[in-house]
């Protein structure tokens, strides 16, 4: 085994746009696991929109990301040596160890996954965090109702993929938002969804009227800005918008200023916000109800992937400007 890891750090602080300039490469010796704790070997790494709220030196609902660390993120990874007596040489888990080509964790923030019945990139996507997010969403906050109307922006992302396609098995209209007309296309042809507006073509408001004939019940909000106050505009009677995300923001360097709220007031909207760890002690649940859907051929899922852990700060940069075409992940090996 090679004595080198090689990790990302985050180098500087972000004004405005992600550059790779914000991130540093270093190569140190791996390090040896202690009692309780797992070295792991990492297969994949999962980038995700979050990572750039992080990278802000601001209160949020997890604190900041420091410099000069290893960036933060999710893996999938092989056991290397254990000093946990739940985990042996060989296991496929579940991480946080982020950014680097090996890590040590403690047992107890590790878990494992079961790869006989679905990849193990999976669990950084579809039943993963991204699926744990529009699970719980949807069923907690959305309450989707058969015969309903749900819009869901960046349709053809790892979590609005999943959303529209649950949507779709309880029973609703589903209408897609996304960058572009071959993400539409996947939308409707691959997930099944009704329709799929594509808000770069410069109609959004009458494409979107148009998709929902009936208003919308069920707002699944992933982008914000000018997608999110235009579908309050469509919105009918004691409708619910989940604000899951607000990506295109995340990059701004001002708060883009909405316009539509008496639209909550005159509707009765229940508008609420959702992060979710909230659910944490129900993972299980949520996971083992997508992973029978997935299995089932009932869920169908895209991932976009860039080869080599050097290539991950692009990889981010491209996410938070739409580049990906499904789940974005990076290979590490
Ligand atoms: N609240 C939570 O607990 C939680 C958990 C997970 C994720 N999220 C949020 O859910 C949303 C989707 O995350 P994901 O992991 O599924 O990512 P994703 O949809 O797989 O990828 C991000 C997508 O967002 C769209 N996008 C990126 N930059 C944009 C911009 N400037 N303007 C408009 N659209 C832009 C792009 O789709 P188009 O090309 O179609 O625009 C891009 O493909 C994000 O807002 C994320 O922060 C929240």
Redesign the pocket.
Known sequence: MTTLNRQVLLASRPQGAVTEDNFRLVDVPIARPGAGEVLVKNEWLSL???MRGRMNDVKSYVPPQQLDEVMVGQTVGEVVESNDASFKPGDRVLTPLGWQLYGVAKGTDLTSIDTTRIPASYYLGIVG??GM?AWF?LNEIGKPKSGETLVVS???????SVVGQLAKIAGCRVVGI???KT?CDYVVEELRFDACVD?KAGNLFDDLRAACPDGVDVAFE??G?A?LDTTLRLMNRYARVVI?????EY?ATQPYGYTRLRSVLVNRIKMQG????DWQDRYAEAREALVHYVVAGQLKYRESVIVGLDNAPRGLIG????E?????LVKLT
């Open positions: 995700d929109p979050y965090m991204p997010t969403g960046a349709a053809s992302g790892a979590v609005g996304a960058g572009g993400k808000y992933n982008v800005g997608i899951c995300g607000l990506v295109a990059n959702m992060i979710v760890f996410l938070l400007k739409g990906n075409f499904g789940k974005q």
